[in-house]
């Protein structure tokens, strides 16, 4: 059996924390055995170490969140990253491509699907194991898990099955997406259960879906025509022409964090960040990433959230309502973590087309950035603590506090921190992106023995 987690939304219910860059799964709100903050990434890639699934699993998102879950969780796990968001099926197509072609998977490999932020008991993950018994002993096309439902909730989907019970699993008759309250009752009554967003398939299953649809089942051919692939959800793509499905329930602890009112029923404490939180103000949870203190007096029942990308101040009833207040929101995202450390934009400016954008940059220490041009951009750095060593054009230098830099567009650079180096940064240009990122080189030994060849020659 391989796993494949679903990384790759930007979950905006959870706003201002979660932007493109950081989605909701990088958030550490939640509490450890040691009580640490860890994101749900972490968790859930523990979990799978717990049952030994760690390292038979890969993770498809997209390339903006690589980094950061390199970062979070380390280099070992295998990472699938699509060229741009298109939707579930085709991330999910492109995963299936590189483990048939790239990592030559038998056809007859099961393929559990997973989203990356279910939170859940070890037991959970336990249960996935079993769905290739099921897709083996049932040869459906698909498996699904189903969660026994607690109430008539009208946030989950529902898979309702038929009422023969074969061993472990059932035959799925139909979904219903987030039903109203009586409705919702009635499918209790029918015994349906919650969609967990968890299935698995034969590998071969989707490779022949794949070339029915006339696209390539080869990773890099599939990679390199990936714009032409349909943007839609694996549901609508799939599931809902699968001739064939069976589902097996789950009557452990499940609850899917994508709100702030179910993501703060979990959280480690109430108050993150700089501020305080009055004792009358009940079930008031605040989270705050600004260096400067929020107080919050005699409110209940509500959410206060303070970040880079914006701040927040809602009632839990009305917080899952944030994306569609939002839609069409579209401002870059304010704070970003990297596997060589973080940055905070301070200010961004469009003047006639010309983008001034400031940063406070911080590179942890032994860390580095890549050798890497920019076209159309200017970028003047001041060094406000700690000391590394730069490379401008093989030109090698070391820096400290109250440095100045300049870096002209079409000079190659990258800068390393012997200490960890804090940089305010200002970029100027027409194209302040990471389109306008040229990267060269990425290994530090590499770049320096480069530098080395060309000053002594």
Known sequence: MRIILLSGGSGKR?????????????????????????????????????????????????????EMI???????????????????????????????????????????????????EDSFFEKVKELEAI????????????IEPTY????????????????????????????NESVAKELLEQKALWNSGVFAF???????????????????????????????????????NASNIVVTSYNGFWKDLGTWNTLTEEMAIAKIGEGRVSDS?????????????????????AVVAASPDGILVASKEESPKIKELMAGHNAIPMYEERHWGSYKVLDYSNFSNHQVITRHVKIDTGKHLSYQYHKYRKEN??????????????????????DVIQINENQKHAVKAIKELQIIEVQQGVNLNEEDVNRLEKNWEAIEDMCFSKTTN
Request: proline content about 4%.
């Open 14 to 66: 959870l706003w201002p924390l979660s932007n493109d860059a950081r989605s909701k799964q990088f958030l550490k709100v939640l509490s450890n055995e040691e009580n640490q903050l860890e994101s749900m990434v972490q968790r859930v890639y523990k979990q799978l170490k717990n049952v030994q699934l760690h390292d038979r699993t890969s993770i498809a998102t997209s390339k903006t969140q690589v």
């Open 70 to 120: 390199h970062n979070q969780i380390g280099n070992q796990i295998n990472v699938i990253a699509e060229p741009s968001r298109r939707d579930t099926f085709p991330a999910i197509a492109l995963a299936a491509s590189y483990l048939y072609s790239e990592q030559k998977i038998s056809e007859d490999e099961v393929i559990a699907v997973l989203p990356v932020d279910p939170y859940v």
């Open 135 to 146: 897709i083996s002993e049932s040869n459906a096309d698909l498996a699904l898990i189903g």
């Open 152 to 179: 008539p909730s009208e946030k989950y989907g529902y898979i309702v099955p038929e009422q023969d019970i074969q061993k472990d699993y059932r035959c799925v008759s139909r979904f219903t997406e987030k039903p």
């Open 202 to 240: 034969r590998l071969g299953y989707i490779i022949s879906l794949l070339k029915a649809k006339g696209y390539s089942s080869n990773y890099q051919e599939l990679m390199n025509t990936y714009e032409k692939l349909e943007k839609i959800s694996f549901d609508y793509a799939v599931v809902e």
């Open 281 to 301: 103000s009940e079930n008031t949870h605040m989270i705050n990433e600004l260096g400067i203190p929020v107080s919050v007096l005699g409110i209940k029942d």
């Open 381 to 402: 750095w001041t060094v406000i603590e700690g000391e590394g060593i730069l490379i401008i054009e093989e030109n090698i230098q070391v820096i400290r506090q109250g």
